[in-house]
């Protein structure tokens, strides 16, 4: 019978979001500096060490994947990676977070590979301010990606929106408008600090409710579905008669800490327990080392159970060791 990972709270923790990479084509303003460091691939977890990782988890009852980093989509040999991922028993979805880019010629290898969904990231439908927020990124680029998921039936398409104060405020309605015609889901983020952007993170962020009072006086009000109960991490809304959703994934404002089912494995092999609390153990070192799976598998086993409750954002606790792109979004 399999042994499943549990924390001290009861919860079972059984979904594994992987950073396949720190580097990235972008430099989103929210996410990390413009002259970013990244780190040399050989300290970064090889293919073949990543495979070994996902067969140890996977034997532990995680079953549900995401892909991301950084970039996932500039990993080199990412589909051979999600083929190898599909074939290993126990995993049974494996969705991507990307930023689209690349993702009008890998939409269909992807697909073809095993991975079943993905997260585009798109803050603003205007050139001009997606070039500001991305710093140099190109929106034909990343629509043309968007429109080659959905064709390759990466379905249902979700779109990730951070909303940034002076930015991109002004767009959330056009954003939101794109679900009714569309079968997507459009996800609006709170933006959260973390090391070096903590500062511009808190004096930039737009709250949940800020976009949803926006959306109304320049719209119409969203109507809340399944009684607020969350998908996931969003709380779901739909313009009357809409073919798509409106998710709010409010971290900040309104946590979902109680039914976090999640882990992280950062790009250098790290367990991250919780997106917004530092605390880590390095996998990579020990499989080096020549760890066996049962050291491996009782490693993880020990330190989900101390898996921390939840952020403590309130109390200005914010996670210094990592940004965004290192822990894998
Ligand atoms: N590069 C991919 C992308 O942009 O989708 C995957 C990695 S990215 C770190 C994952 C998600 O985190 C993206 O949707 C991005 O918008 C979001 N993100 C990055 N920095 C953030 C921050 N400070 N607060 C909230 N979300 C953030
Ligand atoms: Fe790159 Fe994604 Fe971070 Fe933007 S949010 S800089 S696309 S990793």
């Known amino acids: 019978m399999t042994t499943l990972a549990k924390d001290r709270f009861g919860r079972i923790i059984n979904y594994l979001r992987i950073s396949l990479t720190d ?12 002259d970013m460091i990244f780190r040399p691939s050989s300290e970064l977890m090889q293919d073949g060490e990543l495979i070994a990782l996902v067969r140890v988890f996977a034997g532990l009852g995680f079953h549900k994947y995401r892909l991301t980093g950084g970039e996932p989509t500039v990993r080199q040999n990412v589909v051979e990676i999600i083929r190898a991922m599909s074939s290993t028993p126990g995993v049974r979805d494996i969705s991507m977070t990307t930023n689209g880019v690349l993702l009008e010629d890998l939409a269909e290898p992807l697909a073809r590979a095993g991975l079943t969904r993905v997260n585009v990231s798109v803050d603003t439908l205007d050139p001009d301010r997606f070039r500001r927020i991305t710093r140099w990124g190109s929106l034909d680029k990343v629509w043309a990606g968007i429109e080659a998921a959905e064709r390759a039936g990466l379905t249902p398409v979700k779109l990730n929106v951070v909303v940034v104060r002076g930015f991109n405020e002004g767009d959330v309605t056009d954003l939101a408008k794109l679900t009714l ?8 983020i709170e933006m959260m600090p973390f090391g ?11 709250t949940d409710e800020a976009i949803r009072a926006r959306i109304a006086d320049d719209y119409l ?8 109960r969350l998908d996931g991490e969003a709380r779901m809304y ?3 008669g809409a073919k798509g959703a409106v998710g709010f994934i409010s971290s900040v404002t309104q946590p979902f800490c109680a039914s976090c089912n999640r882990a ?15 605390r880590e153990v390095d996998l990579l070192t020990p499989l080096r080392a020549g760890a066996s799976e049962d050291d491996l598998r009782q490693m993880i086993l020990d330190n989900i159970w101390w898996k921390p409750w939840g952020h403590d954002l309130a109390h200005d606790v914010i996670p210094l060791n990592r940004v965004m792109s290192q822990i894998g979004g």
């Open 196 to 206: 070096e952007v903590a500062k511009f993170a808190k004096e930039q962020i737009v």
């Open 264 to 278: 992280r494995l950062t790009a250098d092999g790290v367990l991250r327990l919780c997106l917004l609390r530092d």
């Open 23 to 34: 580097k990235c084509n972008l430099r989103c303003v929210y996410c990390m500096p413009e």
């Open 238 to 240: 739909r313009f009357p």
């Open 181 to 188: 015609d569309h079968d997507w889901q459009v996800r609006f």
């Open 221 to 228: 009000p969203l109507e809340l579905l399944d009684d607020g």
